[in-house]
């Protein structure tokens, strides 16, 4: 509450004709004030440390300790314990249709977005399970399922650069950074990449993934960091063309997004209670078909090319062989041992690295990675909320530990997948136990399926890719971005021209310099008022707080306010919540300049934390937190300094204490 009392009215000169008190309530009132004006300046001084003391006194770390072991933070960092005592055979039911359902989808993305990343398909399911596994525990989102997506395969290929050892090693090691992330608290990093940087970048992603997926479909080759070089490479390539796959893969395309329109469809009644048998089985089918399209689309030209491969007319590119079983559980690649190449079969020499060097070649990856991750993570819980409130350190946790677990089965990054947890809200999940059936039906697959996983024609998982990227395009942000989001312009472009790690690092940058400019560039309100006694005065009002970049811009605009006339110059000080050491300096002239020139500078409602800041100046501020002690401040005076000489004469002795209580005012020095 703000400590201004309704006992005098002031009334506005020129255009503004509302009273002192409604300029002043207007404001902001989030602070607690001072109310108990004090006439000695070594109480208000031993008031404010006081005030630090209380604060500082209870640790933050033996806080933290504490609640560690607390039920309630147990049940915070272990959601299972919420909602597993009350599970029923209800919800298994429908975690288990939602989780055979989004399984159906998740092996044949993760066969093709293996792709890529660079690496061998069997990698893409190696990703798809452990994930899963340890959400279940520690997540906190139903809806939301760990795995492959587009975002975090292309950003592995781009820092990892088909290196499975790299691509596992940054798995593991972007797993820790997450959780450091949690336990420092960290998740508001994601706060300073804004929505349109956010979208252009999601978009870009959605067309480079679609561009490296076209030469799967064309069956040209390709090369390039960046969006134009991939394509200028397969333009160069175009007469090897593969007639076969290019129909194949756009056919599949077409049939894919056809299905997806077919979910739509409903017969009978819009209200379901109305529908016979009939109508309501025939929907579930149509809606089953729609959800499980991938897994249609993957075992229909599956059994085509396994008949034509038996006949030895097989015209089309094949995933090829896939090992069998689960990987060898065991610690990430620290370290790759060099090999020598083969000219004849085109495969090149790898060098050797060690760790150090690793981790080198991933450069800024380790910071980029987890926190587009995060955002990606974030951007399903939030679709999915319902008005929930979001635990970012919970997610940051359980993607953190369900990375690290995915390490150590050599699998790549995994994250949540807006378009995967779609299928699954759609499919009638009821708690996190649905990621345990996506798990398991990975792990099955892996273990009975890989020999038919061999005859995936590698067109129809380019289809796959392509028609769930295309939809991430934020068509209704991108239009409105050319407009007004320089930012997101800025994302989209640089994403798409240069190489992705680069692109995403200048939007980054260039939108935190816009944030700075607003830091530096406060708004600043210039009003003429006077009192019922007629004595006019310049109030002055910045909206935010000071630090270095803004306080020489609201030092100029008070000076130069304060120059145009000899009114005393009020300086609403609402809004200002915090001020560092640099501010205090350039303030401390400023005051030193009013009072040369013998012109009363007054600041209201400055913050006691604020104050505390002048202490090691020297500085002597006129402080009112009242508009009665305002107008007594503001009336003429013969002496400036009567404030400090009537505070000097109150230490001295009681005889003038009256003069000083009236006039509630705070002059702050240090000897």
């Known amino acids: 509450m703000s400590t201004l009392e309704n006992e005098v009215t002031f009334r506005k000169q020129a255009e503004v004709s509302q009273s002192l008190e409604a300029q002043f309530d207007s404001s902001s009132t989030d602070f607690i004030l001072i109310t108990d004006h004090r006439t000695s300046k070594s109480k208000s001084l031993e008031q404010l440390q006081a005030s630090k003391q209380d604060e500082s006194s209870a640790s933050c770390c033996s806080r933290y300790v504490r609640s560690i072991f607390r039920k309630k933070t147990l049940k915070k960092r272990l959601p299972i314990l919420t909602w597993l005592p009350r599970y029923n055979t209800r919800d298994c039911i429908g975690d288990l249709l939602a989780g055979f359902t989004v399984g159906l989808t998740v092996i044949p993305q993760g066969l093709a977005y293996s792709g890529v990343v660079g690496l061998p398909p069997e990698y893409g399911l190696y990703g798809s399970f452990m994930g899963c596994f340890v959400y279940v525990l520690l997540g ?85 960091d960046s969006f134009l070089e991939t394509w200028i490479s397969m333009f160069k390539d175009i007469e090897n063309i593969r007639v076969a796959d290019t129909c194949l893969g756009f056919g599949c395309l077409f049939l894919l997004l056809a299905m997806r329109s077919l979910g739509r469809i409903a017969i009978g009644p819009k209200d379901e209670s109305r529908r016979n048998g009939f109508q309501k089985v025939f929907n579930q089918v149509i809606k089953f078909l729609a959800t499980s399209r991938n897994a249609t689309i993957v075992i229909i030209f599956t059994l085509i090319t396994m008949h034509l491969d038996d006949k030895g007319t097989n015209p089309f590119r094949l995933t090829g062989h896939i090992p069998k079983g689960m990987p060898t559980p065991s610690l990430p690649p620290f370290s790759i041992e060099a090999q020598s190449g083969n000219a004849t079969a085109g495969i090149p020499p790898v060098p050797g690295q060690n760790f150090l060097e690793m981790v080198q070649s991933l450069g800024y990856g380790l910071l980029i990675v987890p926190i587009m991750a995060l955002l990606e993570t974030m951007s399903v819980c939030k679709a999915f909320a319902k008005g929930k409130q979001i635990d970012i350190t919970q997610e940051m946790i359980a993607c953190g530990v369900g990375n690290i677990a995915t390490s150590v089965f050599s699998g790549y990054r995994c994250n949540g997948g ?102 530096a560039r406060p708004k600043v309100t210039l009003e003429q008022l006077e009192t019922q006694q007629g004595i006019r005065f310049v109030k002055i009002t910045p909206d935010r707080c000071l630090i270095f970049p803004s306080v020489e811009f609201v030092r100029n605009m008070v000076l130069k306010s304060g120059s145009k006339s000899t009114l005393p110059v009020v300086i609403d000080c609402t809004y200002i919540y915090a001020a560092d050491f640099t501010a205090a300096k350039v303030i401390s002239s400023m005051v030193d300049d009013f009072r040369l020139r013998r012109q009363k500078i007054i600041f209201f409602n400055l913050k006691p934390s604020v104050v505390s800041i002048f202490e090691g100046l020297n500085t002597r501020l006129v402080l009112c937190y009242n508009t009665h002690a305002l107008n007594q401040e503001l009336r003429p005076e013969e002496d400036l300094s009567r404030s400090v000489d009537s505070l000097e004469r109150v230490e001295a002795g009681p005889g003038t204490s009256e003069c000083v209580s009236m006039a509630s005012t705070l002059s702050l020095a240090k000897s």
Do not use: H
């Open 140 to 224: 906190t989102c139903k809806d939301s399922t760990i795995g492959s997506t587009a975002v975090a395969s292309l950003m592995t290929f781009q820092f990892a650069q088909g290196s499975w050892q790299r691509s596992v090693l940054l798995t593991f090691l972007t797993g820790i950074i997450e959780i450091f992330m949690a336990i420092f608290k960290l998740g508001c990093l994601v706060e300073f990449v804004s929505g349109p940087v956010s979208a252009g970048f999601t978009s870009a992603v959605a067309l480079i993934v679609s561009t490296s997926q076209m030469r799967s479909m064309l069956g040209v080759k390709s090369d390039g």
């Open 418 to 519: 807006l378009a995967r947890s779609a299928v699954n809200n759609a499919s009638g999940c009821r708690t996190n136990m649905s990621n345990l059936y996506i798990g398991i039906i990975v792990v099955l697959a892996l273990n009975f399926l890989t020999e038919y996983f061999a005859f995936i024609p590698k067109a129809v998982l380019a289809a796959i890719i392509i028609s769930a990227v295309i939809f991430q395009v934020q068509y209704q942000v991108v239009t409105p971005m050319w407009r007004s989001k320089l930012p997101g312009i800025l994302a989209f472009v640089t994403c798409l021209v240069l190489p992705l790690e680069i692109g995403i690092m200048v939007a980054i940058g260039v939108n935190l310099l816009f944030i700075l400019y607003y830091a």
